[in-house]
Each structure stands twice: as structure tokens, then as C-alpha cells.
């Protein structure tokens, strides 16, 4: 089992950025896939980013590509997301999310990805 606290959500305005933190405990950061999702209101939740467990291998939704990082730090069991050129479009809650894994697949799908965080709430204004 792992437990997934996020923070650093706020109100930014557009063109602004934001760094989201995922803070994990419970059984061994490294053999975790990470990655981020979003759900606006009345939408369903979507993919943002993925990391693999070694950090060499990222996927970004079509959306946030060239706008959005992934990363990951081994010593202190965090993912981040840093979000730059923030659009009203991304006002969401944002959420963590972990996969048992050490094999790399795409898993944009949220119903492949067991652990979720509780989210933090990202809101845009124009």
C-alpha cells in the first residue's frame, strides 16, 4: 500500500505557474509508477502526466505537452508537477495517483491506477 498527500493547489491567473507536490509513504517510492490527473467540474477525470519508477520515462496528455513537467525525487518520496503557461482550461482538481509497477506502459486510463491522492484544487483566472 501507498499513501499519496498532495499539495501546492491555489488561484493563479493565466499565463502564471504553479508547482503541485505529491508526498508518498507507505511501501517503496521506487517501485511506483507516478502520475497526475485532473477532473474539472462536470468532466471526467483525465490523464495529465506519467512518470516511471526510475524517473527516465514521461508521458504528457496532448493538452499540457510543452507546458507541463513530471518529476520525481527518490530521497524525499515526492512527485511533482510544474505547471507553466497556466490556462483558465486547466482549473481542476488535481490528483496523484500510483501504479505497482517497475515495467513502463502507457496507463492514461484512471481505472488503471489503484492509488489516488485526495487532490488539490488548481483555478485558473483570465
Known amino acids: 500500500q501507498v499513501q499519496l498527500v498532495e499539495s501546492g493547489g491555489g488561484l493563479v491567473q493565466a499565463g502564471g505557474s504553479l508547482r503541485l507536490s505529491c508526498a508518498t509513504s507507505?511501501?517503496?517510492?521506487?517501485?511506483?509508477?507516478m502520475g497526475w490527473f485532473r477532473q474539472a467540474p462536470g468532466k471526467e477525470r483525465e490523464f495529465v502526466a506519467a512518470?516511471?519508477?526510475?524517473?527516465?520515462?514521461?508521458d504528457y496528455s496532448d493538452s499540457v505537452k510543452g507546458r507541463f513537467t513530471i518529476s520525481r525525487d527518490a530521497l524525499k518520496n515526492t512527485v511533482y508537477l510544474q505547471m507553466n503557461s497556466l490556462k483558465p482550461e486547466d482549473t481542476a482538481i488535481y490528483y496523484c495517483?500510483?501504479?505497482?509497477?517497475?515495467?513502463?506502459?502507457?496507463?492514461?486510463?484512471?481505472?488503471?491506477?489503484?492509488?489516488w491522492g485526495q487532490g488539490t484544487q488548481v483555478t485558473v483566472s483570465s
Open positions: 495517483a500510483a501504479v505497482y509497477s517497475t515495467h513502463w506502459q502507457h496507463r492514461q486510463n484512471s481505472h488503471e491506477w489503484p492509488y
Open positions: 507507505g511501501r517503496t517510492f521506487s517501485t511506483y509508477i
Open positions: 512518470i516511471s519508477w526510475n524517473g527516465g520515462t514521461t
